[in-house]
């Protein structure tokens, strides 16, 4: 099993997450919440934020965040094939969202963690093969009909660094900064 993560290892989280025994109980957590979001209205989430619901804002369309590292073995295996799982539910439950992938890169400096730059290396280059005009992606899901479609697998994909010009911040810095944007 992979109790412990992938240990790095892109691969072994792609298999992991597509042959997982949990698969059908994990799709059906994000199709149910799909479908909750789906019911909620631009009054409802006014009146939520205080706003007078028959005011002039307009609420914007709903939107899925999918957060990975690209560093490791587990996220970066499956954020690619998490993207297209989202898609196909929402499209299954006839839910309009945005999908959001927000993927945590290596840092600039990380060459003694060789691993974590090939991951992100390789996940970058099939997020740039999965979004060109034309490419199909196909995926077999457990207890799914096969997946077949020319979408990309995200409408905005973030990149986000834990160093910039000032230096390296914190990672509980840098989950809280991801966390505030979101």
């Avoid at 965040?65 to 439950?93: P, Q």
């Avoid at 959001?100 to 390789?122: P, V």
């Avoid at 207890?143 to 834990?162: E, G, I």
Wanted: net charge neutral; proline share 3%; glycine share 10%.
């Amino acid at each position: 099993g992979f109790q412990q993560g992938a240990q790095g290892v892109r691969m072994f989280g792609r298999i992991a997450f597509l042959a997982s025994q949990s698969f059908q109980q994990m799709w059906n957590q994000v199709a149910n919440k799909a479908s909750e979001v789906s019911t909620v209205t631009d009054a409802q989430i006014k009146t939520q934020l205080g706003i007078d619901p028959d005011s002039e804002v307009r609420v914007g369309p709903a939107r899925v965040y999918v957060i990975s590292s690209s560093c490791g073995g587990t996220g970066a295996g499956v954020f690619i094939d998490v993207g297209y799982m989202v898609h196909e539910i929402l499209r299954n439950e006839g839910v309009q969202a945005e999908r959001m992938g927000i993927l945590a890169i290596a840092r600039q400096d990380a060459t003694s963690e060789r691993q974590y730059t090939r991951n992100t290396a390789a996940l970058l280059s099939e997020l740039d093969y999965y979004n060109r005009s034309g490419v199909v992606y196909e995926a077999k899901y457990a207890q799914q009909v096969p997946v077949r479609t020319r979408a990309a697998c995200y409408d905005y994909c973030y990149l986000v660094s834990p160093s910039g010009p000032r230096g390296e911040i914190g990672f509980s810095d840098f989950l809280r900064r991801i966390s505030e944007y979101v």
